[in-house]
């Protein structure tokens, strides 16, 4: 369903207030725009009837005005007034007139089509597949009450159609807009997308990207409805949780306080984090305890299983989007806490072993920093009994242990393949950078307090990340596998890249048609083994498949190129991807290589391409 209140062009209130000279000259007897109306109706004899005091109504407007013989003769009529009307009329036209189009087929789609958001309302539009909806209606709705619509019919149905937003304001998608308006609507982004009307308009979009982006959208719709109840279980969760854990505070009294005060003395613990743990563990006992949020993630299981890294819509994805995953891994490894600005001084021993535990707690990772960069770094395993024994006694004996860590720089553009042979300590965040640390468990700094504090000092490290017990644990333990982490497959993760696109033709008489597309093309790249695949990101969809299909003539090679874009697109060398009316397409990947400045490799790849093939030729380079 299309509902869009411009969905027939100008409305009449409009038209008046930019073509307001028009409409005065009309009702002139003696204006030569008018004189020309009457002639026209006159000499061609059309069935119509000019209102003597020049007064059309809105009806008359639409019908002969803006369509019709007599609104093809006014077209051609020199008058500013009256072609600033059919210029706003053609403007707005263009977008229904392209969604018509996409959606021409009637073997395949039903379109219906409406002016007004209280025509369909709940119920009503789960007959739907899919609703594209205007943003901004002129008939008194603004942005805020198109959201209220969205979130009153959409975001309380089970099973809401899929939804494409379209707006005049590409301020909307800037991240920070975007995310206010999904909350405030209640809608993920795997059921809304939200296009801006340039971009449909745009050339490398229109009709075959309007319904790519269309059949992506329905597919993932069951995906959508039910990440949306999950997200609404969470938030029920939430709040739940935080009552019951509130109304455990309120019932404590100064005697039990004082008892886990105690508590956290005798064991040299510092009572802040003592006591926060201690609440922290009963807020996640009540969130643990809500069987509905187990059942929606059993839920949402069932339905990202089936579906394929190709029926998805990549649209809005980009390096945020890799880097809200690294903060995912990063809020899972590590805890949630200030750092000490300056953890070590000179001559500031004894104030180092009294709160040794806060100056360098268990499971803390120690960085050598240089330029912003993490050079090296060590991660203290010592338990914390042995801790807080160094913190109470002067002349402890007890070893701090700390284990080396490798530095691997893990940024957005940095893709690693999943080795189950060893523990990697992922995604800790540090300046804006991102980095992993492979434990060596065989290399092993031990000694007593006095030696650790003076090899971190003189060596300048500092606490750059303290990690979560049970990691700790792992470590001691020496764990050669690693643990399961939300979304972390064992398949490395992806990153974030560009390519060059290339349209490549040798003819039988080896002359050749080579051209490549202006810009670069950004894309999630994934590695599985030796085998590469490529996802095309946000409006390079559309470019690079417009540029493509330029090359040829016929509708149906042009829908199979921006199938092909819309895909998961496996980099091989030269493979074939469909054949048509003797018209072969083939892709040609070739990976740009640091050592060959010149790409005289690249040149030579394309001399060994096949004759009378059509290849698009795709130059990508890994980041390792």
Same mark, same amino acid.
């Given at each position: 369903m299309f509902i869009d209140d411009e969905i027939s062009g100008i409305s009449f209130k409009e038209a008046q207030a930019i073509g307001e000279d028009f409409f005065t000259k009309i009702r002139d007897y003696e204006d030569p725009l008018r004189k020309f109306i009457e002639t026209i109706i006159s000499k061609q004899k059309l069935n119509i009837e000019f209102p003597e005091d020049g007064e059309i109504s809105?009806?008359?407007f639409q019908e002969f005005i803006l369509n019709g013989q007599l609104a093809s003769c006014l077209r051609g009529y020199d008058d500013s007034s009256l072609a600033s009307i059919f210029s706003k009329h053609d403007l707005l036209c263009e977008i229904p007139n392209i969604i018509k189009t996409a959606f021409s087929n009637t073997d395949l789609y039903e379109l219906t089509c409406c002016s007004n958001l209280k025509e369909y309302t709940g119920e009503n539009l789960v007959q739907f597949d899919l609703v594209i909806l205007d943003w901004i209606f002129n008939n008194g709705n603004s942005a805020d009450n198109s959201n209220e619509y969205i979130r009153e019919n959409f975001s309380k149905l089970e099973n809401s159609p899929a939804i494409i937003l379209l707006t005049s304001h590409s301020e909307i998608l800037n991240i920070e807009n975007r995310i206010t308006f999904y909350s405030r609507t209640k809608i993920g982004a795997g059921l809304l997308i939200?296009?801006?009307?340039?971009q449909v308009q745009n050339v490398d979009f229109r009709v075959h990207g309007f319904r790519q982006l269309s059949e992506k959208a329905i597919v993932q719709k069951e995906f959508g409805n039910k990440f949306k109840q999950y997200i609404a279980t969470w938030e029920n969760t939430f709040e739940n949780a935080a009552q019951r854990t509130v109304k455990n505070l309120w019932q404590l009294d100064p005697y039990i306080v004082k008892n886990i005060h105690k508590d956290a003395i005798l064991d040299s613990q510092p009572f802040d984090e003592h006591f926060n743990n201690f609440i922290l563990l009963s807020h996640l006992f009540h969130i643990e305890s809500e069987d509905d949020l187990n059942q929606k993630a059993y839920e949402l299981d069932k339905i990202i299983e089936k579906l394929d890294f190709s029926d998805l819509l990549n649209l809005h994805s980009s390096k945020i989007s890799i880097e809200t995953h690294r903060n995912l891994l990063f809020q899972y490894y590590y805890k949630g806490r200030n750092l000490p600005e300056k953890m070590f001084n000179k001559n500031d021993l004894e104030n180092f072993r009294k709160n040794i535990l806060k100056r360098l707690p268990f499971g803390s990772i120690i960085g050598k920093i240089n330029n912003n960069i993490i050079e090296e770094a060590y991660v203290n395993i010592t338990q914390p009994c042995n801790l807080s024994d160094?913190?109470?006694?002067?002349?402890? +004996? /007890?070893?701090? #242990?700390?284990?080396r860590l490798v530095v691997l720089p893990a940024d957005v553009d940095h893709v690693k393949t999943y080795q189950s042979d060893r523990l990697t300590i992922k995604s800790l965040k540090f300046n804006g950078k991102f980095y992993d640390f492979e434990p060596k468990p065989f290399n092993i700094l031990c000694g007593p307090v006095k030696e650790i504090y003076e090899f971190i000092y003189n060596q300048k490290y500092q606490v750059i990340g303290v990690l979560r017990p049970e990691f700790i644990l792992s470590l001691q333990e020496a764990a050669a596998s690693n643990l399961t982490k939300p979304s972390q497959t064992?398949? +490395? /993760?992806?990153? #974030?890249?560009?390519?060059?696109l290339?349209?490549?033709?040798?003819?039988?008489?080896?002359?050749k048609t080579y051209e490549t597309y202006e810009e670069d093309l950004s894309f999630f790249l994934?590695?599985?083994?030796?085998?590469h695949?490529?996802?095309f990101l946000g409006q390079g969809l559309f470019s690079g498949a417009n540029f493509i299909a330029k090359f040829f003539e016929q509708d149906t090679i042009k829908e199979k190129i921006y199938k092909f874009f819309f895909s998961t697109i496996v980099l091989q060398k030269d493979s074939e991807i469909f054949s048509e009316n003797k018209i072969k397409i083939r892709i040609s990947a070739i990976e740009l290589n640091d050592s060959d400045p010149t790409n005289i490799g690249y040149s030579r790849n394309l001399d060994n391409l096949s004759k009378n093939i059509h290849y698009i030729v795709i130059q990508y380079k890994i980041f390792v």
């Open positions: 809105e009806k008359f939200i296009l801006t009307k340039d160094n913190a109470r006694k002067d002349d402890s +004996d /007890r070893s701090i #242990f700390l284990m064992r398949i +490395d /993760r992806p990153c #974030f890249g560009s390519a060059k290339s349209y490549f033709f040798k003819e039988s008489n080896d002359k994934k590695k599985e083994g030796k085998k695949t490529i996802s």
